[in-house]
């Protein structure tokens, strides 16, 4: 008897609110030291090292795969006053984000590969679907009773949010016309004019033999590049074939990716809005911070891959916010689970008294 009740008694305090918020917080430090320590790269040539990179996916997979465990457990639960489809499609959302964080890994890290379009992104298209899926109902399942000055802060919010994303993905002519970036410089060859004699005879075939040269050298340098990245990766033909099949979608998939990210912010403010100062305000303050956490990530991972002139590689300081983003998530989560478990309790016991 004596050992059943002591396990009964320390195995909830394990899994208490209080320790997996501090165990989050323990985890969400540990990445940020982390990144600052050493995402600087060692040269521009050798950039970051292979067990950087994977540190940051670690810290990104087990933010995201403890979120999706504590949101599952909120779906089980039928006290949660959200509802437990909410919490359904939230889990869903960060498990999907797991996994396309594991395949993009294995095609970076493994293959050595930097896809335009992989696996992955079949994942992180349909984490927004559902992720953006349970936020709406819980929008819908409060009512919105905003003042005049709240609906001006939701449409300034989701301006500034279409803003970024339009400077994010617009194509390099239209920043140049807009003044947002230099317009691309066109390199200019002129060759010297061919000295002729007076007597009018043709250049000598020295100058021609120069000119062929330039021309294999200049092809030689195009071509390094491209034999160095054909040498570094080590994936498979069927994964070349599949990269090479996914890649002409890249421009579609890069736009529901920033329409979702916009949508996800002002979903996430209107969130914040509708439960200021509610019972339930802690949890969805952390979601809604969560959501601007994954906003600033996925906006600085758009900007770099597509603006960075192919000097992009995964593991920046400011990617930190893909794991505060998932420990976000999973406080919100296990805060409402607290508040809805012991409310159900203190109805109990007044009931009872």
């Known amino acids: ?32 030291l982390f ?39 909120n779906w089980q639960s039928p006290h949660m006053v959200s509802g437990r489809k909410v919490w359904l499609g939230i889990g869903l959302g960060m498990l999907f984000y797991f996994i396309a964080n594991v395949l993009f890994g294995i095609w970076e890290l493994y293959f050595g590969l930097d896809p335009d379009v992989s696996p992955a992104d079949a994942f992180y298209l349909g984490s927004y679907v559902v992720l953006i899926g349970g936020m709406v109902l819980a929008v819908t399942s409060k009512r919105l009773n905003l003042e005049i000055w709240q609906w001006g802060l939701l449409a300034g919010i989701a301006a500034f949010g279409i803003a970024v994303a339009i400077w994010v993905a617009a194509p390099d002519s239209w920043r140049a016309q807009l003044g947002m970036a230099p317009a691309a410089t066109q390199e200019v ?27 294999a050298a200049a092809i030689d340098a195009k071509s390094a590049p491209e034999e160095a990245e054909a040498e570094a990766n080590t994936a498979p033909a069927w994964v070349m074939a599949l990269d090479k099949q996914l890649s002409p979608h890249k421009n ?11 949508f996800l912010l002002i979903i996430a403010t209107a969130l914040l809005l509708a439960f200021w100062g509610g019972r339930f305000s802690q949890s969805w303050r952390m979601i809604a911070a969560a959501t601007f956490s994954l906003y600033i990530a996925d906006m600085y991972f758009k900007w770099r891959d597509t603006q960075a002139e192919g000097t992009y590689q995964s593991g920046s300081l400011l990617e930190v916010f893909f794991v505060f983003s998932g420990i976000l998530f999973a406080i919100g989560a296990i805060l409402e689970h607290d508040i809805s478990t012991r409310s159900r309790q203190s109805r109990r016991t007044r009931r009872a008294a």
């Open 189 to 215: 060859v002129t060759e010297p004019a061919p000295a002729t004699s007076a007597n009018g005879k043709a250049p000598a075939l020295d100058n021609a033999s120069k000119l062929q040269a330039k021309g």
């Open 35 to 73: 990144f600052l320590l050493f995402s600087v790269p060692l040269s521009a040539e050798e950039g970051l090292p292979l067990w950087y990179s994977i540190g940051t996916y670690i810290f990104e997979c087990g933010a995201f795969l403890g979120a999706a465990l504590v949101c599952f457990r």
């Open 1 to 32: 008897m004596s050992s059943t009740s002591e396990k009964s008694s320390t195995s909830p305090s394990l899994l208490s609110a209080q320790t997996l918020v501090i165990a989050g917080i323990v985890w969400a430090v540990m990445a940020l």
């Open 252 to 262: 579609a998939i890069n736009l529901f990716y920033i329409v979702g990210d916009v």
